[in-house]
Antibody, heavy 119, light 112 residues
């Protein structure tokens, strides 16, 4: 069955970087796009970025441009999201979510990774 | 960016009674391919969101038929025919017409 399993919780200091992984199983990673969505405490869900199926292409929210990077290791069936220059406002739960190429729905989500930024 | 606005913020419901959530987008979500890129998700406490409705009115696999989505252009509605206790959580609409994908502020459904 399809599963997206994310890496564990992280605690980082302001100015540091974090890299969250999302390991896919039960399907071929390159046949779906993968998105990253975050949720800060008490806030609405916020879309950050996506990586395409097939040939690697990425698209980032303007809000995170220059600070976020999404990569894919096909051999490991894993997608990574790295966020740099962290501030306390980046404290949030980060989710990966799969979406068909046709772009119809987020049908599977990772369990979420809590990233806490604190001095 | 497309702004998504939901109402109400909070919705106390009685089991067995209907419930309705409204979502409005700042621009039409109708794509030139004929699809309307509006999803509905339910997030239960401590869990990631789960899809209920996609392309405005299509129920996702495994979603009970008491959930239905309707609307077009900029105005959309999620209806629960007869609320059950397991339906509590926060409901979000989301537009996927263009990046950045954007979510509504959420509607918290709780049992009276």
């Amino acid at each position: 069955q399809v599963q997206l399993v994310q890496s564990g919780a992280e605690v980082k200091k302001p100015g540091a970087s974090v890299k969250v992984s999302c390991k896919a199983s039960g399907y071929n990673l390159i046949t779906y796009t993968m998105h990253w969505v975050r949720q800060a405490p008490g806030q609405r869900l916020e879309w950050m970025a996506w990586i395409t199926a097939g040939n690697v292409n990425t698209k980032y929210s303007q809000k995170f441009q220059g600070r976020v990077s999404v990569t894919r290791d096909t051999s490991a069936s894993t997608v990574y999201m790295e966020l740099t220059s962290l501030t306390s406002e980046d404290t949030a739960v980060y989710y990966c979510a799969r979406r068909p190429v046709a772009g119809t729905l987020f049908d599977y989500w990772g369990q979420g990774t809590l990233v806490t930024v604190s001095s | 960016d497309i702004v998504m606005t939901q109402s109400p913020l909070s919705l106390p419901v009685t089991p067995g009674e209907p419930a309705s959530i409204s979502c409005r987008s700042s621009q039409s979500l109708l794509h030139s391919d004929g699809n309307t890129y509006l999803d509905w998700y339910l997030q239960k406490p401590g869990q990631p969101p789960q899809v209920l409705i996609y392309l405005g009115s299509n129920r996702a696999s495994g979603v009970p038929d008491r959930f239905s989505g309707s609307g077009s252009g900029t105005d959309f509605t999620l209806k629960i025919n007869r609320v059950e206790a397991e339906d509590v959580g926060v409901y979000y609409c989301m537009q996927a017409l263009q990046t950045p994908l954007t979510f509504g502020g959420g509607t918290k459904v709780e049992i009276k």
